[in-house]
């Protein structure tokens, strides 16, 4: 620390009048500040939010600068805002060491287009900064490859398996492993054992956020996640129609008894936007996400329209949020993920606030 005019103490003071704006908290205590360097009447640091695209990035650096303006004898500020996800698990063991954030994507039932959602949903926290994972976990139709375009096969090395890299997230899936129109069946204790294998011999390496598609329903594969690993929350995905909601109460259900939060309901198919005249059409009814989210008291992520360039990127292994990143679902995507990512920080915070404000 440099001996110039400026007093650090003073410094310090004055960016604990800054909050987070999530979690309400100066970001001093949060530990948000490093490289703290006072060299005369010039001031350098670094602010490192809790998420990558932190949507109030804008607002928390205005609060920086304004606050740093007004300590007596600063001339100049030099602010670099970087980002620090942290840890919302602790695992034990050799499975997934270097992994901070796991969350599993699921649903009541198959055809609420889960995948799509996992996929875009992945892609759309890497375009924003995060290290990214994606685990194709559904044993009875894995298509995250055939979605994301993928036709390499993942590499072995030192006894391990190397996720295929695509569009700046590591994928591994159960496709890789199958046979093409050969049908899966599978008993628990095999599934468990393939589950333990995804994450235990897999190079996963250091990630924010390791995102799990799981198969539809209520069966083994989700029962042996909870049981092996550590998981930050579960995201459901619904159709907006009632009898969708009967599915996805199961599966909440299911979560809530295996002590997995849920993190979020996300409605998928929500409305048909027409190319020609411009109007909304609610082919399978409406809001069905939004009541779900309220029945389990949890937050309703978005809507997600029933859209061709959606289904067509899906198809032809060009996901929506890389290839048409400017279009009205590319942009939701990445809506639902700040949302998520927000959740998941202010979770981990409170996890954790006890130490944090014991620290401040």
């Known amino acids: 620390m440099g001996n110039g005019t400026v ?37 350098s640091l670094t602010v490192n939010l809790t998420t990558p695209g932190c949507p109030l990035k804008a607002q928390i650096e205005k609060e920086v600068k304004d606050a740093l303006a007004h300590v007596p004898g600063v001339g100049a500020v030099h602010l670099k805002m970087g980002a620090k996800v942290r840890r919302s698990i602790e695992t034990e063991g050799d499975l997934i060491p270097e992994v901070a954030n796991v969350v599993a994507i699921g649903s009541g039932k198959g055809g609420v287009g889960k995948s799509t959602v996992s996929v875009n949903l992945a892609l759309a926290f890497a375009r924003a900064g995060a290290s990214v994972g994606l685990l194709d976990a559904d044993i009875y139709g894995p298509n995250d490859p055939q979605m994301l375009g993928v036709k390499a096969q993942p590499e072995v090395r030192d006894r391990k398996l190397v996720p295929v890299p695509v569009h700046g997230i590591k994928l591994m899936s159960m496709a890789f492993f199958l046979k093409e129109d050969e049908p899966v069946v599978w008993r628990g204790p095999m599934l468990h054992g393939a589950m333990k294998q995804f994450l235990g011999d897999v190079l996963w390496g250091k990630l924010d956020y390791l995102f799990i598609d799981l198969p539809p329903g209520t069966g083994d594969v989700q029962l042996t996640l909870s049981q092996i690993i550590p998981l930050t929350g579960a995201v459901l995905v619904t159709t907006p129609q009632d009898v ?54 949890t937050e309703f992520l978005g809507e997600i329209p029933l859209d061709v360039r959606v289904r067509q990127g899906g198809d032809e292994g060009r996901p929506v949020v890389v290839h048409d990143p400017k279009s009205g679902p590319a942009l939701t995507f990445r809506e639902i993920a700040d949302k998520l990512a927000a959740i998941i920080s202010v979770q981990t915070f409170k996890k954790y606030e006890h130490e944090i404000v014991m620290k401040s």
């Open 7 to 43: 007093e650090q103490a003073k410094v310090l003071d004055a960016l604990k009048g800054v909050k987070d704006p999530e979690l309400h908290v100066d970001i001093v205590s949060l530990g948000m500040i490093e490289d703290l360097r006072i060299e005369g009447d010039r001031v």
């Open 244 to 297: 969708a909601l009967l599915d996805v109460r199961k599966a909440a259900a299911m979560f809530k008894k295996v002590n997995v939060p849920i993190l979020g309901v996300i409605e998928n198919m929500s409305y048909f936007n027409c190319p020609h005249c411009g109007e909304r059409v609610e082919v399978f009814s409406h809001g069905g996400g939004r009541r779900a989210a309220e029945q389990f008291a």
